[in-house]
């Protein structure tokens, strides 16, 4: 897997308690103001850049794994081209230019097709807030196809909204 053209690299403290194994997944910002990956519908801050797997034992060896401690930092991307693990065993195949995100119920880490709830007939504070939550969910759009049964990494156009400042 390969970073095609990321525009930005922001560096965050990455919880020890969550390994990132793999380089693409999506990352949430903690209370803690450390990082973890991002659960089904928790609010996405970016991908990772590579692993925090220590580099100096073979990465490619599971039995030679060695997880950096607490406080290191990791390299976050927030624009640009990546390649993510997409969860698609939801049922929902993913085409070209869908909007791929953490809402529904992906596995942690992976983005799914984004579907968001029917809207209302009429609108109230409450029902534009949860349309609003489930928005800040998206972490870009497909650039590639995936079936809806088969787990892949697609190349994302990541689109990060950050008019509000909480994503």
């Given at each position: 897997?390969?970073?095609?053209?990321?525009?930005?690299?922001?560096?965050?403290?990455?919880?020890?308690a969550?390994?990132?194994?793999?380089?693409?997944?999506?990352?949430?910002?903690?209370?803690?103001?450390?990082?973890?990956?991002?659960?089904?519908?928790?609010?996405?801050?970016?991908?990772?850049?590579?692993?925090?797997?220590?580099?100096?034992?073979?990465?490619?060896n599971?039995?030679?794994?060695?997880?950096?401690?607490?406080?290191?930092?990791?390299?976050?991307?927030?624009?640009?081209?990546?390649?993510?693990?997409?969860?698609?065993?939801?049922?929902?195949?993913?085409?070209?230019?869908?909007?791929?995100g953490?809402?529904?119920?992906?596995?942690?880490?992976?983005?799914?097709?984004?579907?968001?709830?029917?809207?209302?007939?009429?609108?109230?504070?409450?029902?534009?807030?949860?349309?609003?939550?489930?928005?800040?969910?998206?972490?870009?759009?497909?650039?590639?196809?995936?079936?809806?049964?088969?787990?892949q990494?697609?190349?994302v156009?990541?689109?990060?909204?950050?008019t509000?400042?909480?994503?």
């Open positions: 897997m390969a970073f095609l053209q990321p525009l930005n690299l922001l560096y965050f403290t990455m919880n020890a969550s390994a990132v194994n793999a380089r693409g997944l999506v990352l949430t910002l903690e209370s803690a103001g450390t990082l973890d990956i991002c659960a089904a519908s928790e609010l996405p801050i970016g991908v990772a850049y590579k692993t925090s797997r220590d580099p100096l034992y073979d990465v490619d599971d039995a030679h794994d060695v997880l950096y401690e607490l406080g290191t930092e990791i390299a976050v991307v927030r624009d640009g081209k990546v390649i993510v693990p997409a969860h698609t065993n939801v049922g929902v195949a993913i085409a070209i230019g869908d909007i791929v953490m809402y529904g119920t992906p596995t942690a880490g992976k983005v799914c097709k984004f579907v968001p709830t029917s809207y209302p007939a009429s609108y109230n504070a409450t029902t534009m807030a949860q349309i609003m939550d489930q928005q800040k969910g998206v972490v870009g759009i497909a650039l590639e196809a995936c079936t809806a049964s088969t787990a990494e697609i190349e156009l990541l689109s990060f909204n950050t509000d400042g909480a994503n």
